[in-house]
């Protein structure tokens, strides 16, 4: 058996090279990513390491002659994030994904598991996307992912693509901070009784791995959630932990929202600049809805008892913030 993991610095990338080490061999593991200092602690699970930068091109993908045959498995974590400009969601998300997709090809890769995002659904209000509803993506991310994944369904590979809502855990560094941040410094908003989807990392690494394990289960797209919570509930619970009074944010009605996502987006569009991470016609709508997952197909594939919870989730990181805060 062989594995590879693109990503291994990222929350997701991370998790799964120690969620692999615990069943397998660690030299079996190939870890890449672009930061040396955090691929290093994975040397003392016996790791397998490299830097590995997709923003460098052709002449990193020599780094993965070795790694393939029928038993090879690679996980592909890496990607731009939202609010990343054109050039880089397009560079990264993929025109790195089809020569890694082309290098997989080469060496005779096994399986290719390809992590995508709920962003690739159409955005309606009674949410519980199913893999088969429509992809219409509204935001520049997940047009990118959209992207990534017609180039896979496109490959000779044989392929998983895993859909993951809002992902979180105790080294998260784009949701719970963002979140925690933005009600901090007073900046955090509500609009209407919109809820989203959850999943912690260590959860989605694990249904990953064992899914991607199943013989025979192959080119098929799996939705992974482990609860859906009301906007306001999870910023009454993370407010809690920042030791202020409430309210823990400002309360907007639906229709200003709206007319202020739409002035905004004009504004972004006149300065060539993204704001899917401010305020904008696609954050007012995600605020609003019920975006979450649905995921029947995988509990009838793959029944599986999630352990960590959105609250728990975002205890342990709170600890850890305040442990790092403590030590500093």
């Not at 016996?46 to 590995?52: D, H, K, R, S, V």
């Not at 619970?237 to 229709?255: C, E, H, K, L, Q």
Request: proline fraction near 2%.
């Amino acid at each position: 058996m062989k594995f590879v993991v693109t990503g291994a610095t990222g929350l997701l990338g991370e998790s799964i090279v120690k969620t692999l080490s615990t069943q397998f061999e660690s030299s079996s593991i190939l870890a890449l990513g672009r930061h040396s200092l955090t691929l290093a602690h994975f040397e003392g699970y016996g790791n397998i390491i490299m830097e590995f930068d997709l923003n460098k091109g052709s002449s990193e993908y020599s780094k993965l002659d070795g790694w393939g045959s029928k038993e090879a498995t690679w996980f592909h974590c890496a990607a731009a994030l939202t609010g990343g400009t054109d050039d880089i969601l397009n560079n990264v998300n993929i025109g790195e994904t089809k020569k890694l997709i082309e290098k997989a090809e080469q060496i005779g890769v096994g399986k290719f598991v390809l992590i995508s995002s709920i962003a690739t659904y159409e955005l309606k209000t009674n949410g519980n996307f199913k893999e088969v509803d429509s992809q219409k993506p509204r935001s520049k991310y997940g047009k990118s992912k959209l992207q990534q994944e017609a180039l896979v369904k496109e490959s000779a590979l044989n392929w998983l693509i895993i859909r993951p809502p809002f992902i979180g855990g105790p080294n998260d560094k784009n949701f719970f901070q963002e979140i925690f941040g933005r009600i901090r410094d007073g900046r955090m908003i509500l609009i209407g009784s919109g809820q989203f989807g959850f999943v912690d990392t260590r959860d989605l690494s694990e249904v990953i791995i064992k899914l991607s394990s199943i013989a025979g289960l192959e080119n098929q797209s799996f939705n992974v959630q482990h609860e859906k919570i009301a906007w306001r509930d999870a910023v009454n619970f993370i407010g809690n932990s920042t030791g202020d009074d409430p309210p823990y944010a400002r309360t907007i009605p639906v229709f200003v929202a709206k007319i202020i996502g739409f002035f905004a987006d004009i504004k972004a569009k006149l300065q060539h600049e993204s704001n899917e991470r401010g305020i904008s016609g696609y954050r007012v709508k995600t605020l609003i809805i019920d975006r979450s997952l649905n995921t029947d197909k995988l509990q009838n594939t793959l029944p599986y008892k999630f352990n960590y919870s959105f609250e728990e989730s975002f205890s342990e990181w709170v600890a850890k913030l305040q442990l790092c805060t403590n030590v500093e």
